[in-house]
């Protein structure tokens, strides 16, 4: 769809891992499609989130967080991240204030340096600091790389979002409407449903835990004259142990996981569902790329 003087384009969201990043993409978009985590190296896929307006059509592409790797999973998110960056209109490269300044950002500075593509520096979790302490942390990131634009928000509060937003849409070039203009997702259905179910994990379980869990999605079919719908899932783990303390004792932590999934899933489906949950081990499976391809790590997608 063309419209006269209409703006569209594609804007890749990346920076260190639990920077904010999710939180940006869920406040702009209105709900919930990336997971949330106080956890690093929650988003493991491309999540693309749309934007909307009369006069434009901004399509987020929010990456894994960009860290060393350690297995195959890690290699496959790096991948995933750097090579967005060939891809789209702007980058928006965002850093948390209350951190600070990290090796990890030199890492990402350098790999700017090797782009065309404009770079807007998002200083993420403004509420968080003293106003003084802005200045030279802006001085810090302006002496490395010759930033578009460099503007403070709060993902979390909302704080200059809506400035941000306007930025992004002044410098995205003419073109189409891509997606219509009700959808906020190019993921379907049953990935953001696995993608809820991991956030719980993820939230309840501690140590090891949260980064040997995928989650497969066994059926997804309505019932009861279309009134309700069966969502039956297997949450992955690597080893026997995890598996025990997934389940917990009498099933207590499925069960737990299994009552906030639903809430979430619910309010996505807009119908009553019934969520059936099993906890299957599968030994070193981040490090087996069959198994990865199997749980929707497909690096041939990217």
Do not use: C
């Not at 003087?5 to 920077?19: H, Q």
């Not at 106003?131 to 634009?149: A, N, R, T």
């Not at 019932?223 to 969502?231: A, C, L, M, Q, T």
Request: glycine residues 6%; neutral net charge.
């Amino acid at each position: 769809m063309n419209k006269q003087g209409y703006k569209s384009g594609f804007v890749s969201i990346i920076g260190r891992p639990n920077v904010g990043k999710s939180t940006f993409l869920n406040r702009v978009i209105g709900q919930k499609i990336a997971i949330m985590s106080d956890k690093p190296q929650t988003t493991r896929n491309k999540i693309q989130g749309v934007y909307t307006t009369n006069v434009s059509q901004t399509v987020f592409i929010d990456t894994p967080g960009i860290h060393k790797p350690k297995h195959k999973l890690g290699d496959f998110m790096m991948k995933v991240a750097q090579n967005t960056l060939k891809e789209v209109d702007l980058i928006l490269f965002m850093i948390n204030a209350e951190e600070g300044f990290g090796r990890g950002d030199e890492f990402i500075i350098e790999r700017l340096k090797q782009t065309k593509t404009p770079v807007f520096l998002i200083i993420n979790k403004l509420d968080t600091v003293h106003p003084d302490e802005l200045l030279p942390l802006i001085q810090q990131y302006k002496d490395m790389y010759p930033f578009q634009e460099i503007i403070p928000i709060s993902a979390l509060q909302g704080n200059n979002v809506e400035t941000l937003l306007q930025q992004i849409e002044n410098v995205l070039p003419e073109g189409p409407q891509y997606y219509p203009e009700d959808q906020v997702t190019d993921h379907p259905e049953r990935f953001i449903i696995t993608e809820l179910i991991r956030e719980k994990v993820l939230h309840l379980t501690r140590e090891e835990i949260p980064h040997s869990v995928a989650v497969v999605m066994d059926t997804l079919e309505r019932r009861e004259n279309n009134k309700s719908i069966y969502v039956g899932a297997t949450i992955i783990v690597e080893r026997d142990s995890q598996k025990g303390i997934v389940i917990g004792k009498q099933g207590s932590m499925l069960k737990e996981v299994g009552k906030r999934a639903r809430i979430d899933i619910e309010a996505l489906l807009g119908s009553r569902v019934f969520l059936e949950l099993w906890v299957k081990v599968q030994k070193d499976w981040r490090n087996k790329a069959s198994q990865l391809r199997d749980y929707g790590f497909r690096e041939d997608e990217y």
